[in-house]
Nanobody, 124 residues
Framework: QVQLVESGGGLVQAGGSLRLSCAAS????????LGWFRRPLGKEREFLAA????????YYADPVKGRFTISRDNAKNTVYLQMNNLKPEDTAVYYC?????????????????WGNGTLVIVSS
């Protein structure tokens, strides 16, 4: 069992930056791959980025490639999402998720554990 808690959301102006954190707890949390997703208001949840359990491999969705960076600190059992050059269309609830099979996947259904989300609002 893994528990995930996101933090770092808030209000930022367009062009600004935010860094989201997701703390994972649980005996085997370090062996899981971790991903970031978001759900804009009134829309479906969408994949943003994922990182393997050794932090060496990462995969990004095209809309955020070059603006967002995923990283993890296994000593702290924490995954981060650095978001730069934010746009109003980045406004959403952001979720982290964990996959016990350590895939680096964009597929929502391959993640067994989810946090409750943190809200990011980007003003124009």
């Amino acid at each position: 069992q893994v528990q995930l808690v996101e933090s770092g959301g808030g209000l930022v102006q367009a062009g600004g930056s935010l860094r989201l954190s997701c703390a994972a707890s649980g005996r085997t949390a370090g062996s899981y791959s971790l991903g970031w997703f978001r759900r804009p208001l009134g829309k479906e949840r969408e994949f943003l980025a994922a990182i393997g359990n050794s932090s060496g491999n990462a995969y990004y969705a095209d809309p955020v490639k070059g603006r967002f960076t995923i990283s993890r600190d296994n000593a702290k059992n924490t995954v981060y999402l650095q978001m730069n050059n934010l746009k109003p269309e980045d406004t959403a609830v952001y979720y982290c998720a964990a996959d016990r099979w350590a895939r680096i996947s964009p597929l929502i259904y391959e993640y067994e554990y989810w946090g409750n989300g943190t809200l990011v609002i980007v003003s124009s």
